[in-house]
C-alpha cells in the first residue's frame, strides 16, 4: 500500500517539476540574491532538475540513494563553489532546493490523501537523500581545503586561456610539467565539450580527466562559459550524453589552433543536437558550413526554397535529393536506398531540376546541394 501510494505521488510530482524547478531557483536567488547573481538560469534549472529527479528516485524505489546521483549533485555544489559562492552559501541554497521539493511532496500527498504511514516514509526518504549530499560534500571538504581548490581552478583556467591564446609563458609551460602532467615537448590535442542536461559541468570535467587517466591519456581540463575544454595527448572519452569537438594533434605552442577547430567541431553538434565525440576525420568540408553564413544562406535558397513549394512531391524530394547526394549522383543507386523504381526516382529529380531552375549535373551543382543539405540538417538515407 505504501509503495502504490508514493509512487502515485511521484507521478504528479513528476508532471509538475517544471513549477517545482521555477519554484527552487526562485527561493535560491531571494536567499542569496548576491551569490547567484553570476549563475546562469539555465544552471540553476538544471541543477533543480537533477535534485527532483534524484528525490523521485528515492520515492519510488526500495528507499535506497544512488551513488551517482550523490556524486553529480555533489560535484555541482562544488562547481558553484569555483564560481565564487562559498561553500556555506551553496550547501544552504541546496537545503533549500531540497525543502522546496519536500513542501511538493507533501502538499501532493496531502491533496492525494495518502496514508500517514506513506507520508512519512516518503519526507524520510527525502531527508536521507539530503544526508547524504550533505555528509559526502563534508567528507569531501575535509580533503580538499578551499584555498587550494580554488588556486587550483583559477591556476587551470588562467595556464589553459593563455594556451588558446597564444601567449603561453615560460613559467606556464614549467607549470603543466610539474603540477598537471602536461609534456610540453609532445603534441597535444584540444577538446570542448558540452554536458549532458542534467550533468553539472564540474562533474564533467571530473569524468573526463578520470576517463584520460583510465586510457593513460596525459593532459588537463577546465571550464570555460558552459563548456568544459581541455587538452590531452589523445583522444578523450565521451561520457553519455556529452558533446566533444576534437581539434588535431598539434605543437603545445599553437594549441590555439586545435581549439578554433574544436571549438567549430561542437558548435555544429549544438546546432544539430548531436552528442558523442567528433573530429574533422566525421565532418571534412562539412565544418566550413559552420563559418560561411552568407554561402549557407544562399545555397539552401538555391536548391531547397524552391524544393519547399512543389506541392505534395516536396515530402518526398528532400530524401530524393540527400540519396541522390549520398549515391554521388548515380539515380540508380540512390532509387535502391529509398526502395523505389529509378524511373520514380528520374521523374522526381526532373520534376526538381524544372521547378528549381537548376542542373543537377553541372560541374559543382552535387557540392553545393550536399552544402545546402548540410546546413538544413538533413541527413541522408540509407
Known amino acids: 500500500m505504501v509503495v502504490e501510494q508514493l509512487h502515485r ?10 513549477d517545482i524547478g521555477r519554484q527552487g531557483v526562485e527561493v535560491v536567488r531571494s536567499a542569496y540574491p548576491r551569490a547567484y547573481a553570476a549563475v546562469p538560469e539555465e544552471a540553476l534549472v538544471a541543477a533543480m532538475e537533477r535534485n527532483v529527479g534524484a528525490a523521485l528516485f528515492v520515492l519510488t524505489s526500495d528507499g535506497g540513494v544512488r551513488p551517482e546521483d550523490v556524486e553529480d549533485i555533489v560535484d ?10 562559498t561553500a556555506r552559501e551553496a550547501l544552504g541554497a541546496y537545503r533549500l532546493c531540497m525543502g522546496v521539493i519536500g513542501d511538493a511532496f507533501a502538499r501532493r500527498a496531502a491533496e492525494d490523501e495518502i496514508g500517514v504511514e506513506a507520508a512519512l516514509e516518503g519526507a ?9 549530499v550533505v555528509d559526502s560534500h563534508t567528507a569531501r571538504e575535509s580533503e580538499v581545503s578551499d584555498e587550494q581548490r580554488l588556486l587550483e581552478s583559477h591556476l587551470r583556467s588562467a595556464i589553459l586561456f593563455r594556451l588558446m591564446s597564444g601567449a603561453v609563458t615560460g613559467q606556464d609551460l614549467a607549470t603543466l610539467s610539474e603540477t598537471f602532467d602536461v609534456h610540453p615537448d609532445r603534441p597535444y590535442l584540444c577538446f570542448r565539450a558540452r554536458p549532458a542536461r542534467t550533468t553539472s559541468l564540474e562533474s564533467l570535467r571530473r569524468k573526463l580527466e ?3 587517466g583510465q586510457r593513460g591519456v596525459s593532459g588537463m581540463v577546465g571550464l570555460a562559459g558552459h563548456h568544459c575544454i581541455g587538452i590531452a595527448s589523445g583522444v578523450p572519452m565521451a561520457p553519455a550524453g556529452t558533446s566533444i569537438g576534437v581539434g588535431p594533434l598539434v605543437d603545445l605552442r599553437r594549441i590555439g589552433q586545435s581549439f578554433e577547430i574544436a571549438t567549430r567541431l561542437l558548435a555544429r553538434m549544438e546546432a544539430r543536437e548531436t552528442t558523442g565525440l567528433q573530429s574533422l576525420a566525421d565532418v571534412s568540408w562539412q565544418l566550413c558550413t559552420v563559418r ?8 539552401v535558397h538555391k536548391y531547397l526554397g524552391a524544393a519547399d513549394t512543389m506541392g505534395a512531391l516536396q515530402y518526398s524530394l528532400r530524401d530524393s535529393l540527400a540519396a541522390y547526394v549520398a549515391a554521388n549522383g548515380d539515380v540508380a543507386v540512390a532509387a535502391r536506398r529509398l526502395h523505389v523504381h529509378p524511373n520514380t526516382m528520374r521523374y522526381r529529380l526532373r520534376r526538381y531540376e524544372t521547378h528549381a531552375s537548376v542542373d543537377l549535373r553541372a560541374a559543382g551543382a552535387l ?9 538544413a540538417g538533413d541527413t541522408s538515407p540509407g
Do not use: Y
Not at 505521488?9 to 517544471?18: D, F, I, R, T, Y
Not at 524520510?124 to 547524504?132: G, K, P, S, V
Not at 557540392?367 to 546546413?375: G, P
Open 9 to 18: 505521488v511521484a507521478g504528479h510530482l513528476e508532471a509538475g517539476s517544471e
Open 76 to 85: 555541482a555544489i562544488w562547481h558553484r563553489m569555483s564560481q565564487g559562492v
Open 367 to 375: 557540392v553545393e546541394l550536399a552544402w545546402a543539405l548540410e546546413c
Open 292 to 299: 560561411e553564413p552568407e554561402i549557407s544562406a544562399f545555397l
Open 124 to 132: 524520510r526518504r527525502i531527508h536521507a537523500l539530503t544526508d547524504r
Open 210 to 212: 578520470a576517463g584520460m
